[in-house]
Structure formats: C-alpha cells, structure tokens
Nanobody, 120 residues
Framework: QVHVVESGGGSVQAGGSLRLSCAVSGYAITVYCMAWFRQAPGKEREGVARINADRTTAYKDSVKGRFAISQDNAKNTAYLQMNNLKPEDTAMYYC??????????????WGQGTQVTVSS
C-alpha cells in the first residue's frame, strides 16, 4: 500500500531554515516525479516544488531561490530544504508523487503532513 510519512516541520522565526523529509513506502520514487505541496488555513492546497521527468526541478515563484527539492533514492526519501523562511510560508506541508510536468497527484491518499510555522 502507498504510504508517505512527512517530518521535519516546526516553528521558526522569519529568516530561519527547515529541512522536511518524506519517507515513501509502496513505490520506488525513482519511477515517479516527486513534489511538495502546502495548505494554509482557508486556502487550497498548492504545489510549491517538484522534480521533473529529466530530474531538473521547478518551483512556485514565491519560493524560488529559497526552497530546494531533492531525493535520496537509496532511502526512498524526498526532501525539501527551506531557507529564508517567511511568515507567508506557514502551512501544512505534504509530499506526493505526481504526473511529471504537472501538479496532479498520482495516488488518492495523502500523508498526515508536517506543520511549518514561521513567526515575526
């Protein structure tokens, strides 16, 4: 069964950094393109970072230069390095396999997410 576990969130002041992890079970992440999403209260879930079919990366404009998505195939784990965090980054963060080149998840289930809260 497909299962993802997000971790690494927390509370940080503006300008700080966090590294999120997404441990995947049920499929090899090498077979798919991975992405990170976030959802703030009262807002829709939005894609923030993804890995393309050619293994390059793409980002929501507001996080470019601050966030970096990567993966460790041996650990079957995706990561999101977040630097220079801003209060507007506050949200629940989720990872998912996507159809490459889109923001469309490949599976029906989401993980529990990991909360990121940026103050000041």
């Amino acid at each position: 069964q497909v299962h993802v576990v997000e971790s690494g969130g927390g509370s940080v002041q503006a300008g700080g950094s966090l590294r999120l992890s997404c441990a995947v079970s049920g499929y090899a992440i090498t077979v798919y393109c991975m992405a990170w999403f976030r959802q703030a209260p009262g807002k829709e879930r939005e894609g923030v970072a993804r890995i393309n079919a050619d293994r390059t990366t793409a980002y929501k404009d507001s996080v470019k230069g601050r966030f970096a998505i990567s993966q460790d195939n041996a650990k079957n784990t995706a990561y999101l390095q977040m630097n220079n965090l801003k209060p507007e980054d506050t949200a629940m963060y989720y990872c998912a396999a996507i159809q490459c080149g889109s923001w469309d998840p490949r599976f029906n289930s989401w993980g529990q997410g990991t909360q990121v809260t940026v103050s000041s």
